[in-house]
């Protein structure tokens, strides 16, 4: 069991944050649905990204300094986008839905 879907962590996550939406409500595994993958990881390739890369060891120090760099308000834009995303895949019936964004 992932450990954000632990018991422990969901009732943390229930009595912590009022709108926690509960594990058995959570959309199947879709990027489109996912802030991490629709918005914080394309941030980071921005950063990472923004010169050619020369070894393993340059990658991982763009990789540290990208990841430190996000802010809370970039996490709290990508979660507000969150509604946008769902009624884009409703509307899609479930498939691919950034199109229709």
């Known amino acids: 069991m992932p450990a954000h879907r632990a ?21 199947p595994n879709s990027p489109d649905l996912n802030p991490m993958d ?8 921005e950063r990472v990204y923004q010169t050619s890369i020369h070894n393993v060891d340059d990658l991982k120090r763009r ?20 509604r946008i995303w769902l009624r884009a895949c409703v509307k899609a019936n479930g498939r691919h839905s950034e199109h229709l964004l």
């Open 63 to 82: 990789l540290i300094a990208a990841w430190s760099g996000i802010q809370q308000s970039d996490n709290d834009k990508a979660i507000d986008q969150w």
């Open 38 to 45: 629709y918005k914080v990881w394309g941030v980071m390739q």
């Open 7 to 27: 018991p422990d962590t969901v009732a943390l996550l229930a009595r912590a944050a009022p709108l926690f939406i509960d594990p058995d409500l959570w959309p």
